[in-house]
């Protein structure tokens, strides 16, 4: 059994809507870099899947078909300009990444499967939002849920609330969301849980820090044993760090770590896939978020990162 795996294509690097656009897929490879680099110093046996493109068919699995139509055969879509049939393409093989990501934790190959172009979190049914083209996660949550009778805990840890997700799994009854999230950001939601439909938030205050990430995680924990799930899905949001440009949340980079850690500690059996989500600082800090989270999802552990966080940390003072 490998340690982790991770599904990465050279492609994910064109993943970019324009030069001066927050999101630019050179974070994807840099991240996938440093995993490999830091798997390889912890002697961690780990392998990589190349995605194919998801078919019409799993997309419209959470997507409506004129949508899927749109994107995939006009190659429109309301984040980028006129007709990108390339990035319509690579938007196909995220959700491919995802769903071979799935695959490998279904077969039993690993207990930690990664996409660090996944989690499109905010895509709607019928629309792109917040930079996600195709919900990947919710896509994932369906095929466990229906096709497998798992039941599936979906936590999310990027600034920005997971309405996407959120709505798309709402009424599926094994899968729970829970979001943990800057209030008063982009889209605006997620202040009230609706525990009926499984369906949990855990709002933050303007400039909350590790503190508030370890309460919000300690409380998924308490609601996540009680619900028992068979799989995670871990929406690993780098966007909350302390220097990232489109939140105020003040988390460092051994503050995360500590905080997904403790997931995998408490649930040392449990197979985990991970999205990574937003994080804007695509040549430095996200990276190095996405990577080092990562590894603590797999191991349960912290790795001191003091050349990133010397000065993160001193900007929490």
Request: glycine share 8%; proline share 4%.
């Amino acid at each position: 059994m490998y340690d982790f795996v991770i599904a990465h294509t050279p492609e994910f690097a064109n993943w970019v809507f324009n030069e001066k656009h927050p999101t630019q897929g050179r974070r994807f490879v840099h991240a996938y870099n440093r995993i490999q680099e830091y798997g390889s110093n912890q002697n961690l046996n780990f392998t990589t899947i190349y995605p194919q493109n998801a078919t019409f068919d799993d997309l419209m699995i959470s997507h409506s078909k004129q949508y899927v139509d749109q994107v995939l055969l006009q190659h429109e879509c309301n984040e980028w300009v006129g007709k990108r049939p390339d990035l319509s393409n690579i938007a196909s093989l995220m959700v491919g990444a995802s769903m071979a990501g799935l695959r490998s934790l279904i077969d039993g190959a690993t207990l930690t499967a990664i996409n660090f172009a996944g989690a499109k979190h905010h895509a709607a049914y019928d629309h792109s939002s917040g930079f996600g083209v195709f919900n990947d996660f919710a896509i994932c949550a369906n095929i466990a849920s229906k096709d497998y009778d798992m039941k599936v805990a979906i936590l999310d840890v990027d600034a920005h609330h997971g309405d996407g997700t959120e709505d798309l799994v709402a009424t599926l009854p094994n899968v729970m969301h829970y979001s943990i999230h800057e209030w008063g950001i982009f889209p605006g939601t997620g202040l009230q849980s609706e525990p009926i439909y499984d369906t949990y938030n855990f709002p933050l205050d303007y400039q909350a820090g590790n503190d508030a990430l370890y309460r919000g995680v300690d409380n998924f924990l308490h609601i996540a044993h009680k619900f028992n799930p068979d799989i995670l899905f871990v929406t690993l949001g780098a966007d909350g760090h302390v220097t990232d440009p489109l939140s105020s949340l003040r988390y460092t980079i051994n503050g995360f770590q500590s905080a997904l850690a403790e997931v995998r500690t408490q649930f040392p059996k449990t197979p985990i896939l991970i999205g990574g989500a937003g994080g804007y600082q695509p040549d430095d800090f996200t990276p190095e978020m996405w990577s080092r989270g990562a590894l603590s999802l797999v191991s349960g552990k912290v790795e001191k990162v003091s050349e990133y966080d010397t000065w993160a940390q001193s900007l929490t003072l």
